[in-house]
């Protein structure tokens, strides 16, 4: 329930960087007040500021940043208060979260270790007494089986446990405050619809306030009494969620607002031939075995799972991680040792090996989730871009290749005269296009898009959905696409498969897929991903 | 678009760009890079303009104190005169200074030979010395000779030669040795690490383990072995040095092989059907050269460390030829009646490291990822 004292109060808020290119401001004259027991989303782009707001009020900005103006926490302003007496107020009264739980615990402590220390630095209570303190909050974070994960380290727990622990952390001295920055985006999205019921019921048990910073406005319309829209470092809009929703006054909220992937992909002409077809797909690791190790132990990554994809259709292969959606594109594509049979255009591939697979290599291209990843960072556009023409067309001249590569990248519309900088140059959808244009150079028949929009903000996977159905529709590309983000998958494919654990509990049409689902486990992810709600 | 219009492309900024503009600013790196440079402009062209040859002997002037001032000096020039006279076996008149040039008089009880001036030649102090205004009866011979002025910056040592000299000649030795086996260390640890990681399997355990015996051997019994088989030469040096060093270099490199391996930009070029060469000459290698840049800074002082320890020991460059390390050697057992002979050169040798960690640090910050 919102409050009427501000606990934070942030006024004229400047935050620069001195970077190489001169000084960049990160925010921009930024007011904001946050009451207890309110929520605040603020919402924004990635590079739009959000972060760096709360990054600057916690003392955490990097080296060369500097922030000024005023962020009044109950009438002390934090900007002006040392490293030690801020040390005083945050992690005790404000507290934070982070997005990626796989960094933010210390992987050489217990989580009780983790837990505890902090309890005895603020509270100044014994070690058993905090002992104790860090049980209940591990049972108020709902982990299951508290004393036995007192003693467990970060690496066996799994991304959805970690952060709870990361909330147990923050909440374990009672803070007025909690500032949790993205804190589900890494997230699968039933493990994402947890935890912010999760932060929901801790935020009025405690009546803290809560500032939530997100790329997503799905979530702010499920937890935010108000939201801030923020925009190249400037806050265009403020107010209560629901006004935001119902009637956004600045372009630029509506713009967020209508960034859902829209459309539906028209379906492929009716007899189009196979080109690629896969039969009882087995891939299995095996564990241990060692000299001294525990038995060897077969883990079956993929069990089982045929498909077959015709010409001009896209396949959506949708399970949460570690499901083997991935797993099954690389066996399908022989980038991995697997069990069963792969067919291409009807050829038998399943017994060739690197070597014999490279001439083909050429038709069967792959986009990676990662933008950041996938491009080698000491290559220009244009060479990353050119690379497969230098493997397969090894005698085309360089400037050939360059105007190649320049038409490419027109394609997927970058301006070609950028092809000279590097990858640290561009944003993360522009990376993301030429990851596209890297693999549609070679005018290939089947393209793998292992969750190519699940990196970047909302406004610009709808770009690049759409590219990539234009894409798919000029060059007649059949497509497996392989996504948790189910609102990505309707937009993009003609058939979906549900995998979990290896498996694939069903598969269908699209529209029957999202209309009327079957399995328990489909009807799970539809409700976490579309409404934001857990069903048991 | 037009297709030439598109040609037309602008400049990128890479990384070596953004690391060369980091390094740049940052002042500790810089004053290390510039002294570093003149160090190697001074040993490669001091030699040559210096007055003294670094294996020159001036008998008269054995272990000199360092000093502005020319010798010989005034005291001297009576000593060396009458030490070339008594040589020559004659007697000394009187002799007077003229504008810089000598006049003296001998006599002896029997006629005095003309060829006597070389005696005086051969003193450090003079020089074309010639007879003028003999007697006529032979017995009184009037000399004049050139004083021969020379200065010792930083002294001569212990069989009187030019200690400046001679610590640039060392300097010579030790940067090149420096470089030279650090580059070898560098171009062999990276092709072995690379390849071994990027391989994997069986060969990185096999490639691994013959790195794991070389290091077990001990260096300096290695190195007593090559020099009692092979004799002292200073290839071998290169052998000893750069046979151990490029161990550590090959171990980095693969464990940033390794990790590169896993990069979704190498997988991605494995499925365009990049070949592995391919693959290890564009993605991998070109990755690693940060780190490797890196250590290879650090790596050149440690090198020069390991020439000039060699050499203390005496197995390293032989006389007249020196190094730092030998100069350091022969000054240490001087160190209570010239110690000059043990500063210079200890200066030179820790500045350049000095300016070399330092650099090595200043890389590490600039291409440090990270702070991007």
Request: aromatic share 6%.
């Amino acid at each position: 329930m919102p409050g009427s004292s501000p606990i934070l109060q942030i006024r004229g808020l400047n935050v620069r960087f001195r970077t190489l290119d001169g000084a960049v401001e990160a925010v921009k004259d930024a007011s904001l007040e946050v009451s207890s027991g309110e929520t605040v989303a603020v919402v924004g782009e990635s590079g739009s500021g959000k972060s760096q707001m709360m990054m600057a009020i916690m003392g955490l900005l990097a080296r060369n940043g500097e922030a000024k103006g005023v962020a009044a926490y109950r009438g002390v302003d934090l900007l002006k208060l040392s490293a030690r007496q801020l040390n005083d107020i945050r992690g005790r009264k404000i507290t934070m979260i982070f997005q990626e739980p796989m960094t933010s615990l210390d992987p050489l402590y217990t989580i009780g270790d983790q837990l505890i220390e902090p309890i005895v630095r603020h509270q100044q209570v014994s070690a058993a007494t905090a002992g104790s303190r860090a049980l209940e909050l591990l049972d108020l974070v709902r982990i299951a089986d508290a004393k036995r994960r007192m003693r467990s380290y970060p690496y066996e727990l799994s991304g959805g446990q970690r952060q709870r622990v990361m909330i147990a952390m923050a909440i374990c001295n009672n803070p007025d405050l909690l500032i949790a920055d993205e804190p589900t985006t890494a997230l699968d999205v039933t493990i994402q619809a947890e935890i912010l019921a999760l932060l929901e019921d801790l935020q009025k048990r405690l009546g803290m306030g809560l500032v939530f910073i997100t790329h997503d406005l799905g979530i702010v319309r499920r937890i935010a009494d108000r939201v801030c829209v923020m925009q190249l470092g400037r806050i265009v809009e403020q107010g209560t969620a629901d006004r935001i929703f119902e009637a956004p006054g600045h372009p630029y909220t509506k713009a967020l607002l209508e960034a859902e992937p829209e459309g539906r992909k028209p379906p492929p002409p009716k007899g189009s031939p196979t080109v690629l077809e896969g039969r009882r797909i087995r891939v299995s690791f095996s564990i241990g075995g060692g000299l001294l190790a525990p038995p060897r132990v077969e883990l079956h990554a993929v069990n089982d799972v045929s498909l077959s994809l015709q010409r001009g259709q896209t396949i959506g292969i949708v399970g949460e991680s570690g499901s083997g959606k991935s797993t099954l594109a690389r066996a399908l594509l022989k980038l991995l040792p697997s069990e069963g049979i792969v067919r291409f255009t009807g050829r038998d591939v399943s017994r060739f090996d690197q070597k014999a697979m490279r001439p083909l290599r050429r038709e069967l291209q792959i986009v990676f989730q990662d933008p950041f990843g996938s491009l080698s960072p000491r290559l220009t556009a244009g060479q990353i871009v050119s690379e497969g023409l230098l493997v397969h067309e090894p005698s085309l001249s360089s400037t050939e290749r360059d105007r190649r590569a320049a038409r490419a990248l027109a394609e997927v519309q970058i301006d070609p005269a950028s092809r000279n900088r590097y990858p640290h140059e561009f944003s993360g959808g522009q990376r993301q296009r030429i990851a596209i244009a890297r693999a549609i150079i070679l005018k290939p028949k089947v393209v793998v898009l292992d969750e190519p929009t699940s990196a970047l903000d909302r406004q610009v996977q709808k770009q690049i959905v759409a590219l990539l159905r234009e894409l798919q529709e000029t060059h007649d590309l059949s497509y497996l696409f392989i996504s948790h983000d189910l609102k990505v998958v309707r937009a993009m494919a003609d058939h979906v498969m549900v995998m979990k654990d290896g498996k694939v509990v069903e598969e269908g049409a699209t529209e029957r897929i999202f209309e009327e689902p079957h399995h328990p486990y489909t009807r799970r992810l539809l409700a976490a991903a579309l409404t934001g709600e857990t069903v048991n | 678009m037009t297709e030439t219009a598109a040609l037309a492309a602008i400049k990128g900024r890479s990384l070596w760009g953004d690391a060369w503009a980091r390094l740049t600013g940052n002042r500790a790196a810089v004053v290390g890079a510039v002294y570093l440079l003149l160090m190697i402009v001074a040993c490669v062209v001091g030699p040559w303009l210096s007055p003294h040859g670094f294996s020159t002997i001036y008998r008269d002037y054995v272990r000199v104190p360092p000093s502005l001032e020319p010798y010989p000096r005034s005291g001297m020039i009576a000593q060396s005169l009458e030490a070339a006279a008594s040589r020559a076996r004659v007697e000394l008149g009187e002799w007077r200074l003229e504008d810089g040039r000598l006049i003296a008089h001998v006599r002896s009880s029997r006629p005095i030979d003309e060829r006597i001036t070389r005696y005086f030649d051969r003193t450090s102090a003079f020089e074309n010395a010639a007879a003028e205004g003999k007697s006529p009866d032979g017995t009184e011979l009037t000399i004049r000779a050139d004083i021969e002025r020379h200065r010792f910056l930083f002294g001569t040592d212990n069989v009187g030669r030019d200690l400046f000299t001679r610590t640039l000649i060392a300097g010579r030795v030790s940067l090149s040795i420096g470089l030279l086996a650090g580059f070898v260390a560098v171009v062999i640890g990276v092709l072995y690490g690379a390849t071994s990681g990027f391989l994997g399997g069986r060969i990185d355990e096999i490639m691994m383990r013959i790195v794991d015996i070389l290091y077990s051997l001990p260096f300096i019994f290695f190195v007593i072995m090559l020099v009692v088989f092979f004799g002292r030469n200073f290839v071998l040096m290169f052998l000893a040095v750069g046979a151990v060093l490029w161990l550590d270099m090959a171990r980095i490199v693969r464990g940033q092989t390794l990790s590169l391996k896993r990069q979704e930009f190498v997988q991605a070029a494995d499925a365009l059907g990049v070949n592995q060469a391919g693959i290890l000459r564009r993605h991998i290698i070109p990755n690693t050269l940060g780190p490797v840049v890196v250590y290879m800074t650090l790596l050149v002082p440690q090198v020069i460390i390991l020439e000039s320890f060699l050499s203390f020991l005496g197995l390293g460059v032989q006389e007249p030829m020196s190094s730092w390390g030998v100069l350091i050697s022969q000054g240490a057992k001087n160190i209570g009646t010239a110690n000059w002979l043990l500063i210079f050169p200890s200066f030179f040798l820790t500045t350049t490291l000095f300016a070399l960690n330092f650099i090595g640090d200043g890389l590490r910050d600039a291409l440090d990822p990270k702070d991007r």
